[in-house]
């Protein structure tokens, strides 16, 4: 089964707004990832995580790890048009080496 | 530098065929990735290979299977094609075996099954 759950499925907001998604998972893990989609496309890394770490930046990008709670979160902040795409986490879990595990995604659309 | 590419970047079969898929990865990148992701769903991890042998599969049947080539390109066959076959399938790589290794992905293969 799926390591990666985000949360919303789908958001819509106005641009220069804030976007935030969120991602929860179920064993321990190495790291999680940030992976942005356009339209059916391949992934574009966005950011890394690792477990030891609660908070990283990345230009308009934040990213929160609680592995008590297992569950991350991305916020994107000033949304741009350019930001429309499917956000997927994916965690790399003890003893598996490189698979990661992905979710569902957040379809995240910004309405110019 | 070059990307990920994947070849064809689409491709119709009907029910029992086979199908061919094609990946190279990044120069110097030892590890290939592939994942099926159906319309609308997330990824599903289906193999890795890395040094020319295969680590660890997802949960496919045997009839998707691949192999790394000594060039570490690599390609995903999946036979005897069923309807539900239909998706993207994305081609992953990575620098090889460790801890915290981001994958850079290609463009995929979008694969319709009639």
């Known amino acids: 089964s799926q390591q990666g759950e985000e949360d919303p499925q789908a958001l819509s907001i106005q641009e220069g707004e804030n976007a935030t998604m969120n991602c929860s998972y179920k064993?321990?893990?190495?790291?999680l990832q940030w992976y942005r989609q356009n339209s059916g496309r391949g992934l574009v890394h966005l950011i890394l995580?690792?477990?030891?770490?609660r908070e990283k930046h990345s230009g308009r990008l934040r990213v929160t790890l609680d592995t008590s709670k297992k569950s991350s979160s991305l916020l994107i902040t000033a949304s741009r048009a350019a930001d429309t795409a499917s956000y997927f986490c994916?965690?790399?879990?003890?003893?598996?080496?490189?698979?990661?595990?992905f979710g569902t995604g957040t379809s995240l659309t910004v309405i110019p | 530098e070059a990307g990920v590419t994947q070849s064809p970047t689409h491709l119709i079969k009907t029910r029992g065929q086979q199908a061919t898929l094609r990946c190279s990865p990044i120069?110097?990148?030892?590890?290939v990735y592939w994942y099926q992701q159906a319309l609308g769903l997330g990824l599903q991890f289906l193999l890795w290979y890395d040094e020319g042998e295969e680590r660890n599969r997802g949960n496919f049947p045997p009839r998707f299977s691949g192999r790394q080539f000594p060039n570490y390109s690599s390609e995903l066959n999946v036979n005897a094609l069923e309807l539900e076959d239909s998706a993207l399938y994305l081609c992953?790589?990575?620098?090889?075996?460790?801890?915290?290794?981001?994958?850079?992905f290609g463009p995929g293969t979008r694969l319709l099954v009639l």
């Open positions: 120069s110097g990148h030892t590890s």
């Open positions: 992953a790589s990575s620098l090889g075996s460790g801890n915290v290794e981001t994958q850079y």
């Open positions: 064993t321990s893990i190495n790291n």
């Open positions: 994916a965690t790399e879990t003890w003893n598996t080496g490189n698979q990661f595990y």
């Open positions: 995580i690792r477990s030891n770490e």
